[in-house]
């Protein structure tokens, strides 16, 4: 997760929300990606979609079972798709979202029976999460909407 928190900071540098995401296979990273929102001008260029796809073509399948998702932020509804789709076994989140959060925080997605081949664990390294997340919305709020 520590890994995920500073891409989230190389994001936030060039005005992302910054959520980072790394993909692990045997303890190895597959792939890293930050939010690419902005940059991108794509609104699907969310940290998890971009950090799957690199896995995918990285392990020359779509398929990332036994592979974990570290992400700083809870997913949202259409990340949670990506997730599922690509059979991800296991999802670790720092930060919960009271916004979008599609895993318990607004859809309450993880006590849906689609889950029951995932393991999730939320909350890892919140606080830092949590801190890094405040203090982009506050530079934000400072700037007048520029970073």
Not at 104 to 114: A, R
Not at 115 to 142: A, H, S, T
Request: aromatic residues 6%; negative net charge.
């Amino acid at each position: 997760m520590e890994i995920a928190l500073d891409i989230a900071k190389e994001g936030m540098k060039t005005g992302e929300v910054p959520v980072g995401a790394i993909i692990v296979k045997n303890n190895e990273i597959i792939s890293m990606a930050h939010n690419e929102v902005e940059t991108s001008t794509n609104p699907i260029a969310h940290a998890e979609v971009l950090a799957i796809q690199r896995a995918c073509e990285i392990l020359g399948n779509w398929r990332l079972t036994d592979c974990t998702l570290y992400v700083t932020l809870e997913p949202c509804i259409m990340c949670m798709g990506a997730i599922l789709n690509s059979r991800i076994s296991k999802l670790v989140y720092g930060a919960g979202d009271n916004k979008l959060g599609a895993v318990e925080s607004q859809s309450d997605f993880i006590h849906n029976p689609l889950f029951r081949n995932i393991e999730i664990y939320p909350g890892i390294l919140e606080e830092e999460c949590v801190d890094l997340m405040q203090e982009f919305f506050q530079k934000i709020r400072w700037s007048g909407g520029q970073l």
